[in-house]
């Protein structure tokens, strides 16, 4: 029920992903109104709907999850919490998914915080983002867990063994920063079963540089959204000059289809969404402005990371450290 | 004697602002490598040179200014203060010229920390994020004090009167954030002098929506460098795209010209530089990649806003709340 394009575009979006990639696909929500919407795609079968008949609007946050023990996404991770649903998609309001998240499925054993992770498309593979929303207000050990909780993911869904942990801060020398990322630099450089390359900055985000890249919440929301933002500036600078002139027009058209391509690539809603990672279940948070194809590959991360046990890597890399101290 | 293409394309950047903009330049540095490089141009008559035997390396910080007093951006600095020069122009590394400019010329009375200014290219006129990284740890009435720092030089500057402030975060709702811009929000709403228009995300440094942004210079400094880094990856990922076919070659070429300006436009030496505002002085802190353009344009920057008396304008602003609490 949750997004800018709902229910229609979610809808189409989980019956893509059940007939184009073979998932099962629960949807959530207002019988009725799920039921006319999977009617426009004959899919009235093939995909079952749970009654909610609450939702959250988008403009609803962390409190609205209390108020609404039956919203949609509620009921959702109640599913994911029985063992009816391996894993919880929405593109609903991300603070109202994070707050429900964390009261219905709660956090797991060991986690300090749960944290938002996002894959950035570099190449030849992404580099994870983390945190980059859930959590404005942190404490140096934070940036140190996050730093686990994206490495578990990156070794899961990129099969990258030891994957560069870095820091985001605003110099590559060690002293450079605030006192939260002075102090974090510090403990990433003793941290065990992490693998840390030190310091980037902001255009390290799309420089390949770091496999991991760990920040607080209200840096690393910032930061995404400044790169969306100027990503989406830049191509829409771009169309303006192509279209001055008939010339530059027939020069575009010869790309348009390349550039799309490009642009799908760089486009948020393409590499499927954030996760929500640190719950006893696998959510992940789509893009508010997804459209079908958006929610069809948020559906193929979400089925990915709970079929690779996302949630136990991250259980044993949590309590790793503490088995160390017991030890001694 | 800073920057990365220093001296060469500094000496050519200063003598095209003194022969294309009419500005007078002194060159502050080694008069031996000055004058050969001001030779290449034949312009040894046309731009005085003042001794400065040492000079800042670019990986030099805030201390080597403290161990260098005879260095070149040390020696520039004092001719502001002894009123042979009107403002600084460098190339050098910022946190040198941060703390070199605090240093010598000093913080203006009743500024609590000079912040750093950086004027980004959206249309009609730009957008100012200040603080852009002088300030790594901040106290929210700092970024009410960023915000009338910037107001004074975007009416200055950009002629707006009025000028639209808003506050950098993670939401548009008063409440989102951490508790350093939730307490900054608050102070923004009752400040005289400011017209404070809400908050913005990261995605607005582009938008146009504001004249002037107040942030602390740790997120200041992440998202300028985010969004110059993911500018140039667009750039270059088009480029890609495009030289991977013959017809796209040929439609690439019908627009290289304009793509040129369009990437001028948006590159971040065009626009100038940055500005440490708050300093008995004005300094400009041209990007550190800077050709002869970047520097030329820097100078002319750096001449305007001392013309205006960007000094005593930001003087009255931050002396103007003392002046209404003596009425009490």
């Known amino acids: 029920m949750g997004g800018d394009h709902a229910p229609h575009e979610i809808v189409a979006g989980a019956v893509h992903a059940v007939r184009e990639r073979g998932l099962s696909v629960v949807l959530v929500g207002s019988p009725r109104v799920l039921y006319e919407a999977l009617a426009d795609h004959d899919a009235t079968k093939e995909v079952p709907i749970v009654r909610a008949e609450e939702a959250l609007s988008m403009d609803e946050g962390a409190l609205a999850s209390l108020r609404r023990p039956r919203s ?7 599913l994911v919490r029985r ?7 929405s593109a609903g309001s991300t603070a109202g998914i994070v707050a429900t998240g964390k009261l219905r499925l709660k956090g797991q054993q060991g986690v300090l915080r749960p944290a938002i992770a996002v894959a950035i498309p570099t190449l030849p593979r992404p580099t994870l983002l983390i945190d980059a929303g859930a959590n404005a207000e942190v404490k140096s050990e934070m ?6 909780l994206g490495t578990a993911y990156a070794e899961l869904l990129y099969g990258i063994d030891e994957p560069r942990v870095a820091l985001l801060t605003i110099g590559s020398e060690a002293e450079k920063g605030n006192k939260l990322v002075k102090r974090a630099h510090e403990l990433l450089l003793t941290s065990p079963g992490l693998r840390f390359t030190g310091n980037v900055e902001g255009h390290d985000l799309l420089s390949g540089r770091a496999d991991v890249i760990t920040t607080d919440g209200f840096t690393g929301n910032v930061a995404l959204k400044t790169m969306e ?3 989406r500036y830049a191509f ?4 303006d000059v192509v279209s001055e002139s008939r010339l530059a027009r027939l020069g575009a058209a010869m790309q348009r289809s390349r550039i799309r391509e490009l642009r799908r690539r760089l486009d948020p809603e393409a590499y499927g969404g954030a996760v929500l ?12 402005s997804s459209r079908a194809g958006g929610i069809s590959a948020a559906c193929k991360l979400a089925a990915e990371l709970s079929a690779g046990g996302i949630v136990s890597r991250i259980g044993e890399r949590v309590a790793a450290p503490h088995r160390s101290h017991r030890l001694w």
């Open 72 to 78: 949609s996404i509620a009921i959702a991770c109640h």
């Open 83 to 89: 063992g009816d649903a391996a894993a919880v998609v």
């Open 143 to 148: 940036l140190v867990q996050f730093a686990h």
């Open 229 to 231: 933002g100027a990503v």
């Open 236 to 239: 829409a600078e771009l169309r």
């Open 277 to 288: 990672l640190g719950l006893n279940g696998t959510v992940v948070i789509a893009h508010g």
